[in-house]
C-alpha cells in the first residue's frame, strides 16, 4: 500500500511562489499522482495531475522526477486565496480492477499578507 | 450541474442509534467512495465501489457498511454508531476507478456521536 509524506504546514508572504513536496516511495507502475485543494468545510477539488516529468496548467505546475518517487506542486504567486490544506493523491491497485486511493495527511498552506 | 450530493450535511445522534448517510451523484459515475476526515489525519478512505454491487473496503472500514443498488447512489450505514465516528464525512464519484480521474466530492456531513 502505497504511503504518502507531506509537510504539516506552510507559510508564505502574497506574490511569492509555493512549492508542496510529496514522498510516495512506493508509488506502483500505473499510478498517477494528483494534487488537490480544500477550503474549510468543503470537498477537496482537483488541481492537476501528472505521470512523469512537467505539468503545468492555469492554477499550478506539478513536477515529477524519474523515479517517481516524490512529486512537487508549486503554486506561482501565490494570494490570500491560496490559503487552503493541500493533498496528495496515489492511487494503489489491490487487485485485479480493483483500487483504493490513499490521500496524505495534508499540508496547510498559510499566506500573509 | 453536475454535482455529488450528500444527506443531512449535519447530524446529531446518541450512541447506538442506526443511522444512513446518502450520497448521489449525477454524472454517471462508475467509481464512488466515502472518506472521513479528522484533524491531523486528513482525509482516510472508508469504502469505495467500482461499480453496481462492487464495493471493497479502504483504510478504516470498520463500524461501517456502504451498499451499491444503483450506480447514482451509495449509502453509507453506521449500525451502531460509536463517539469514536464523530468526524467530517465525505463521499466522492469519478468517471473510473483509475486513479487518473478526477474524484468529485460532496459538500460534507459532519456527524457528532453523543
Known amino acids: 500500500l502505497a504511503k504518502t509524506t507531506q509537510p504539516i504546514s506552510m507559510d508564505s508572504y502574497e506574490g511569492q511562489e509555493v512549492n508542496i513536496t510529496c514522498s510516495h516511495n512506493?508509488?506502483?507502475?500505473?499510478?498517477?499522482i494528483t494534487w488537490y485543494q480544500q477550503f474549510p468545510s468543503q470537498g477537496p477539488r482537483f488541481i492537476i495531475q501528472?505521470?512523469?516529468t512537467k505539468v503545468t496548467n492555469e492554477v499550478a505546475s506539478l513536477f515529477i522526477p524519474a523515479d517517481r518517487k516524490s512529486s512537487t506542486l508549486s503554486l506561482p504567486r501565490v494570494s490570500l486565496s491560496d490559503t487552503a490544506v493541500y493533498y496528495c493523491?496515489?492511487?494503489?491497485?489491490?487487485?485485479?480492477?480493483?483500487?483504493?486511493?490513499?490521500f496524505g495527511k495534508g499540508t496547510k498552506l498559510s499566506v500573509i499578507p | 450541474e453536475a454535482q455529488v450530493t450528500q444527506n443531512p450535511r449535519y447530524l446529531i445522534t446518541v450512541t447506538g442509534k442506526k443511522l444512513t448517510v446518502t450520497c448521489s451523484q449525477n454524472?454517471?459515475?462508475?467509481?464512488m467512495s466515502w472518506y472521513r476526515q479528522d484533524p491531523g489525519l486528513g482525509l482516510r478512505q472508508i469504502y469505495y465501489?467500482?461499480?453496481?454491487?462492487?464495493?471493497d473496503k479502504g483504510d478504516v472500514p470498520e463500524g461501517y457498511k456502504v451498499s451499491r443498488k444503483e450506480k447514482r447512489n451509495f449509502p453509507l450505514i453506521l449500525e451502531s454508531p460509536s463517539p469514536n465516528q464523530t468526524s467530517l464525512y465525505f463521499c466522492?464519484?469519478?468517471?473510473?476507478?483509475?486513479?487518473?480521474?478526477?474524484?468529485?466530492f460532496g459538500p460534507g456531513t459532519r456527524l457528532t456521536v453523543l
Open positions: 466522492a464519484s469519478s468517471r473510473s476507478s483509475l486513479d487518473s480521474d478526477t474524484q468529485y
Open positions: 493523491l496515489v492511487g494503489v491497485g489491490s487487485g485485479a480492477g480493483s483500487y483504493q486511493l490513499t
Open positions: 512506493n508509488i506502483a507502475t500505473n499510478d498517477y
Open positions: 465501489s467500482m461499480n453496481v454491487e462492487v464495493t
Open positions: 454524472m454517471n459515475h462508475e467509481y
Open positions: 501528472g505521470y512523469k
